[in-house]
DNA sequence: TTGTAGGCGTTATCAT
DNA sequence: ATGATAACGCCTACAA
């Protein structure tokens, strides 16, 4: 592998002098800027990241912490981040953080960021991740690593976050059912011990709670239903829900995945979509404009790109005041489409 | 930050034997061995990866190319082949190398990649990022970076492989659609322009040509048709399809996410699935099972562990054979449900 | 504007 | 089994 001896030599310069053309530095006549990024050209000359980060002190790298990155929503945030990251001249580490499972044990394997990047975006993770020491104070007197949270659990202490608000979006998506005219309406939410099922689920519920009971609904009119993640466990949930009895005329869903695995099952039993009852649900996935699923949407991408600008304001230094670090959250919207009706009238 | 020196003195050894002893090497008796963990541990002690890499000469890196992680496959793949990685000390760098249209620009930077990992991991690249120099040869008698490929467009010569016979797999869900008796039936397919349509799309455009020819049907029978990537993509497509005229009594989707878009645009058009027109895709996506999809289904994590472990193989130097890479195809499996049916007698 | 030299924190080599 | 002591390849004062 060429180094920067090579490149000096071939340049005619010092390997101080590369080392600055290279990166851009204003010290450097254009003449020699020319000639030096000639010779590193041709010799294919690429600075060691090693070498520089040791010598620098900068890993120019953000960590990527995700519960799993086959899930729609840690995707869309995560090439969003990219887009703007890469750019900027970071790398992204990626690193799955477990499940509520997984975490208590410490967030195994987090200890070593702190040396190893500039800086952590923390996304759909759950509560007790936050509260890794990690991201809280590292170990005599260095500063804490910089971070953002992306719809997380709970807050990182002196961390900023962006996410949308939760309940607030549950809350909407029930208001819809409960104008429509319906009464009887159950939440289906994702099971809490199930890893797969992000935090915002536990909000969510919130949200249909209180919809419910601002529109006076007695205590037993509010039907929560737990279902294992994923279309299919939205599937199996609602099978088991309709065969316990009488079927609700309105379902709002946790997340869309639920909403159209509930809808599935509907029409295997025979139940027509509005008609026989109505689903909503809460996300904005991909799938959900084509089926024709009505849903609160919640701007996945723009979290990222949102969370991934204020850590590079952060790394340049641009802010670097002691101020409470802020809470963006940004607006869902109502998405109505087929799968939303009055109910049929008795 | 702690250093290493800290250690050496809390625990009143060298800094030699504190690297000796932390990393596992054998020259350490296990009473050193022992109080230089306790000393690591009391002071949060981490090796800083730039100084160890620059000193031992390994990334400890893997980097993961992928068009975009926020596709099933993608967020599959990786998160499979994490699973192995990790545990083995590999840290993940994510990359999104774009889709056709970027590649062509030379793959800009990717060139510091022998640098910057061990080893790469690419996934689901369309052809022309296969023949991207970094993967060749770096310059001047390095040993070029080893990796492995995941049903990429093209191979990456000196590199095994794994994927699935994505011809195979479109010509098995043709053949079935063929032996219920259908004869008019639709390729629906990812437009090769569409940054997002994977490689495979053209490989099982070629299966079903082949199925299709081989039941003797008239070239003017090839009926195939392009769609924009994803759900929607394939709704609109097939909608634009049904308008054209009497609509095929089969469809075979490259994709299951064409598949269901078709099929939203059959419900949407009144047209009843499979009683009037039976659809089939290829992939075996999360959503298929729920809603019912046929497919023919590929293992992507079982095709994310295999790279991953072929890769630490590779790594740990246990085959360092010349031997030209193997190509290993893993098996897709027919998954009958829902969607397809022998067509009306008329 | 450019060159010189010391240091970044580990690991590897060679003694002991 | 353990300790000195060079590398490792680059960056950054400081000097010229």
Redesign the pocket.
């Known amino acids: 592998?060429t180094?920067?001896?090579d490149v000096a030599r071939l340049a005619g310069?010092?390997?101080?002098?590369v080392?600055?053309a290279l990166?851009g530095l204003p010290?450097?006549?254009e003449?020699?800027r020319q000639r030096v990024r000639l010779a590193a050209e041709q010799l294919g000359y690429t600075?060691?990241p090693s070498?520089?980060r040791?010598?620098?002190g900068k890993a120019g790298t953000v960590a990527v912490l995700v519960p799993r990155i086959s899930s729609w929503f840690s995707g869309a945030v995560v090439d969003a981040a990219e887009e703007l990251l890469r750019p900027a001249g970071y790398d992204l580490l990626l690193r799955t953080v477990g499940g509520r499972s997984r975490a208590q044990e410490r967030l195994p394997g987090t200890a070593d960021l702190p040396k190893r990047v500039d800086a952590v975006l923390l996304v759909a993770t759950p509560a007790l991740v936050s509260a890794a020491p990690v991201f809280a104070a590292p170990a005599f007197g260095g500063r804490p690593l910089p971070g953002v949270t992306v719809a997380a659990g709970a807050p990182v202490p002196g961390w900023p976050s962006v996410g949308v608000d939760d309940v607030a979006a549950a809350r909407t998506a029930t208001e819809h059912l409960l104008q429509l005219g319906h009464r009887r309406i159950v939440c289906l939410s994702g099971d809490a011990t199930d890893d797969l099922t992000r935090p915002a689920d536990l909000d969510r519920r919130w949200g249909y709670r209180e919809a419910m009971l601002a529109a006076g609904t007695p205590a037993e009119g509010i039907l929560e239903f737990a279902a294992r993640a994923g279309v299919e466990g939205g599937r199996q949930a609602t099978a088991k829900l309709l065969a316990r009895g009488t079927p609700p005329t309105g379902i709002v869903a946790t997340c869309d995945e639920l909403a159209m695995g509930a809808i599935v099952a509907l029409c295997r039993a025979g139940l027509r979509v509005p008609a026989d009852v109505s689903v909503i649900g809460v996300d904005g996935h991909q799938f959900a404009r084509a089926i024709g699923l009505s849903t609160v949407a919640q701007p996945a991408a723009e979290l990222g790109r949102l969370a991934a600008g204020t850590l590079l304001d952060r790394l340049s230094g641009a802010r670097h005041d002691d101020t409470e670090p802020g809470r963006v959250i940004l607006p869902t919207r109502l998405i109505l489409r087929e799968t939303t009706a009055p109910p049929r009238a008795h």
Do not use: F, P, Q, Y
């Open positions: 592998m180094r920067i001896d310069v010092s390997t101080a002098t080392s600055r990166r010290t450097v006549s003449a020699t600075a060691s070498a520089s040791l010598a620098g």
